[in-house]
């Protein structure tokens, strides 16, 4: 009897689960499709580039250096620091020099303490000059009258000559005093220069970005001490291929990424280096970058230059998968996802270039359902 019971239980367990099965396997299949969007493959024609990398530089800079050799006394400013046109930066020792100055002055002062010397010994001259030729001109009368003797004639003579003679070799010493005086002012101008070489200041306005100079430290004529750039000038200089020079063009208008800033900007090339670098083969071109807030000279940048048209095999961005290196799409095959492996190559703003794993005509899902798994059945809106 209890045999009989656990048979017939036994089957009524096996016909209700066969029953079932012509009901529910169609549910589950409808509740497990995904309701999706699709994007063909297809081809087109995009603008292809050279990418070229390079650092960014100030467009004007200048390093400091000294014109004479003196200790330093006084460093005014430190990196990073922003600085004025004219602004003293660095001072130099200027007791030897301000003697010179003092030297100098000193002479200029004899100089002109001896001017009154040499024009009352002109003045002098001059009026001996004058009662000499009054003297001449009377005997010159007599001896026509032959009222004195040839003696007294050649007298006068000599003494006219001797007068004129001292009257010019006055007026010689004079003009010596005037170039003299000249010379010492000449002598004073350049030791003030000489002076004011120990006050190094800023060419223009800018930030000083480099320092190698402490109080105490001996300048030496062309040593660097300080290096400033000119805030709001910067570009860009990329190392190119020589290879790639026919498609860079001075003037043309790139575009420019600057990683540190996260921005993409358009620029003009302003100059091509024409030496080319024998190590790497490539030429440095200068890209004049607009004026960005917080730009600063070594950055990193990228500049891609347009090197014509080419056809692409391309799929919407939001249809391709990341996962780390790798890169895939769901395809609808028949009404299922299959997760399929490509590899891409340039990426645009929404589409990618597929190199390999597509075909043009097939079908992604595009964008990538939440959730989505290889093998799932996919309704296609």
């Not at 960014?56 to 046109?85: P, W």
């Not at 004219?86 to 100055?101: I, K, R």
């Not at 003030?192 to 223009?204: E, G, K, N, V």
């Not at 620029?267 to 071109?285: C, G, K, L, Q």
Request: net charge neutral; proline share 3%.
């Amino acid at each position: 009897m209890r045999y009989t019971l656990f048979a017939a239980l036994g089957a009524a367990v096996i016909l209700s689960s066969c029953g079932g099965s012509d009901t529910h396997p169609k549910v589950a299949a409808k509740a497990q499709s995904v309701s999706v969007q699709a994007a063909t493959v297809c081809s087109q024609e995009w603008n292809d580039a050279y990418e070229a990398t390079g650092t960014v530089r100030a467009r004007t800079a200048t390093v400091l250096s000294s014109k004479v050799m003196a200790y330093v006394r006084q460093v005014a400013v430190q990196v990073g620091d922003h600085v004025k046109e004219g602004q003293d930066l660095v001072t130099l020792d200027a007791q030897e020099l301000d003697a010179n100055v003092r030297r100098a002055e000193a002479a200029e002062s004899e100089v002109r303490n001896a001017f009154p010397e040499a024009d009352n010994g002109v003045a002098g001259a001059k009026g001996n000059l004058d009662l000499a030729q009054s003297t001449f001109k009377r005997m010159e009368e007599l001896a026509s009258k032959k009222s004195i003797s040839n003696q007294e004639f050649d007298e006068a003579s000599a003494r006219l000559k001797s007068a004129q003679a001292a009257y010019d070799m006055a007026r010689a010493k004079r003009s010596q005093l005037n170039s003299k005086l000249a010379q010492v002012e000449q002598e004073i101008r350049a030791a003030r220069i000489m002076r004011d070489y120990t006050r190094i200041s800023a060419p223009f306005s800018g930030v000083v970005t480099a320092k190698s100079v402490e109080p105490g430290n001996l300048a030496a004529p062309g040593a660097s001490l300080l290096t400033v750039e000119r805030e709001g000038a910067y570009r860009l200089e990329a190392s190119v291929d020589e290879s790639k020079l026919p498609f860079v063009k001075a003037g043309q208008h790139v575009d420019v990424a600057l990683e540190a800033l996260d921005r993409r900007l358009t620029a003009r090339v302003s100059e091509i280096v024409p030496a080319v670098d024998a190590a790497s083969r490539a030429y440095t071109v200068k890209i004049d970058l607009p004026s960005l807030a917080n730009l600063r000279s070594g950055m990193f940048g990228r500049a891609w230059f347009p090197t014509g048209a080419r056809k692409v095999l391309t799929v919407p961005a939001v249809a391709v998968v990341e996962l780390g290196q790798l890169q895939s799409v769901f395809v609808v095959e028949d009404g299922v996802a299959r997760n399929r492996l490509i590899t891409t190559g340039k990426h645009e703003l929404k589409a990618v270039e597929v190199l390999s794993g597509l075909s043009e005509g097939e079908k992604v899902v595009s964008p990538v359902a939440p959730g989505l798994t290889d093998g799932a059945r996919v309704e296609v809106r």
